[in-house]
């Protein structure tokens, strides 16, 4: 069975600051795709990023990048210049490249931003 | 507008009462999924439906029950025999033959509240 891991239950940092969450991942697949979720405070899950396994391209979506390390199985994601309207839990989440299969998530990592 | 949609916002449950929670969708997705959150924690899949007229468990299906009539609807059922049904509850759509090919898309989702 897949399984997503985020070792880092809380992250704090300076607003204009970059900060890196962690993620590590855990599949015998070799066709698949990883997420990055946001959920502030009203509860709603938006799409941050996400990373095809097959790419080894490095995904990028304005200030938020991925760094993809597909034999480490990791997959961090890196936030720069902060914002306030970035502070939220960030969810890691796989999913297996065929059908309709489901998202596995991690348990979430809480980013505060300090102005 | 597309999107998924979730009701009601807020449910409060009576002991020993079923519950419904709706959830519609007009993405023209296949796919369909409901997730339980508990405070601080991450996202645990309840039930999944890649068609129509078919459903599978998920990790955490005991007390919860589901069907899939029409693509569009795939209402959860929180039954009485759910001991702990107090939880955020996310539904999710997804379609391998839409642009955005992998990607599960969110509701709002439906607090429910034992009282």
């Known amino acids: 069975a897949q399984t997503v891991t985020q070792s880092q239950p809380e992250m704090s940092v300076q607003e204009a600051e970059t900060v890196t969450l962690s993620c590590t991942y855990d599949?015998?697949?070799?066709?698949?795709?990883l997420f990055w979720y946001k959920q502030p405070p009203s509860r709603q899950m938006i799409l941050v990023i996400r990373q095809e396994a097959y790419k080894q391209q490095n995904a990028t979506e304005n200030r938020f990048s991925v760094n993809f390390q597909k034999a480490a199985k990791s997959f961090s994601l890196k936030i720069s210049d902060s914002q306030l309207g970035d502070a939220a839990m960030y969810f890691c989440a796989y999913r297996a490249n065929f059908g309709n299969e489901k998202l596995t998530f991690g348990t979430g990592t809480r980013l505060t931003i300090i102005p | 507008d597309g999107g998924i949609t979730q009701s009601p916002k807020y449910l409060f449950r009576k002991e020993g009462q079923n519950v419904t929670l709706s959830c519609e969708q007009n993405l023209n997705h296949d796919a369909m999924y409901w997730y339980r959150q508990d405070p601080g924690q991450g996202l645990r899949l309840i039930y999944y439906s890649q068609i129509v007229n078919d459903f599978q468990k998920g990790d955490i299906a005991e007390g919860y029950s589901v069907s899939r009539e029409k693509k569009e609807s795939f209402p959860l059922t929180v039954t009485s025999a759910q001991k702990n049904p107090t939880a955020f509850y996310l539904c999710?759509?997804?379609?391998?033959?839409?642009?955005?090919?992998?990607?599960?898309?969110f509701g709002e989702g439906s607090w429910l509240t034992v009282v």
């Open positions: 599949t015998s697949e070799s066709d698949y795709y």
């Open positions: 999710a759509s997804s379609s391998p033959r839409h642009s955005s090919g992998n990607t599960i898309y």
